[in-house]
């Protein structure tokens, strides 16, 4: 038996990466998928293809995160559509990696924009529109639990989480809704990729128990089981899904 099926999910930034292999999982276990995207339109129209040609229900919505307006009108679009959204799923996210030394102000202020102000726009909005006894996933990261140069203003972001994720547990708990966060190791993503020499994804890799880079799928699988009722008594956490990294 599918486990989500009949759930409405909107999952941001959901047009690669992790937020695909999020979208195709809870689309296999039943869910109606709303795709958030920034930019990706052609992307986000793939996955959706793709979620339909196999017989699931999803649309493709733009919205920037980081924008009220946008993330306002990405509810009422989606709810418009669908009638409802039981589960939020916040995977949109930026990491510009520097020294905090290197770090201008608009490298700051723009992962502090998506990062945080994103998902404090998006719980705003879950906080009167999601579905009563619905469930929200945050994204975090396994970097918040080491140290690692270059990463300062990035696991800053996900520290705000974490605190938003921790206290919106407490506010939504009279409707039912429960709050967690995820915290993903090193993973396999263009994200995570992207201008990283070798050697140093190698190391980031043994940092590991099993000595790799986690899957998108691998992420996938635990937000899959958070969505679901099974983990309703599961609220306020933090997730490590980082193979033993930390």
């Known amino acids: 038996m599918n486990t989500l099926t009949n759930k409405v999910i909107l999952v941001t930034g959901a047009s690669r990466g992790i ?3 999020i979208a195709r999982k809870i689309s296999s276990e039943g869910a109606k998928v709303i795709i958030n995207y920034a930019g ?11 979620l339909k040609a196999k017989g699931g229900d999803a649309i493709a919505i733009q919205a920037d ?7 306002r009108n990405l509810f009422d679009a989606a ?26 102000d608009e490298d700051f202020q723009r992962q502090f924009d998506i990062n945080v102000r994103g998902t404090f726009n998006t719980l705003r909005e879950a906080s009167t529109k999601l579905a009563d006894k619905g469930t929200i996933i945050n994204f975090s990261t396994t970097v918040n639990r080491v140290m690692v140069p270059t990463y300062a203003t990035y696991v800053a972001t996900k520290s705000a989480v974490e605190q ?10 009279a409707r039912g809704i429960n709050v967690n966060s995820v915290s993903p190791g090193p993973t396999n993503t263009d994200l995570f990729i992207k201008g990283k020499p ?4 190698d190391r ?11 899957e998108p799928e691998e992420i996938a699988e635990v937000v899959s089981f958070l969505a679901s009722d099974a983990a309703k008594w599961v609220t306020g956490q ?7 990294m930390a």
């Open 198 to 201: 070798q050697e140093v994804i």
């Open 164 to 173: 938003l994720t921790r206290v919106f547990s407490k506010e939504m708990g």
């Open 65 to 71: 995160v980081s924008k009220s307006d946008d993330v």
């Open 204 to 214: 980031l890799a043994a940092m590991a128990s099993f000595g790799r880079l986690g």
């Open 79 to 104: 709810i418009a559509h669908y009638g409802r959204i039981d589960v939020l799923i916040n995977n949109a996210g930026i990491m510009i990696l520097k020294t905090i030394k290197d770090t201008t």
């Open 40 to 50: 990706g339109k052609e992307a986000a129209d793939g996955v959706v293809a793709e």
């Open 19 to 21: 937020g695909a292999a």
């Open 238 to 244: 933090n997730i490590g899904v980082n193979g033993g």
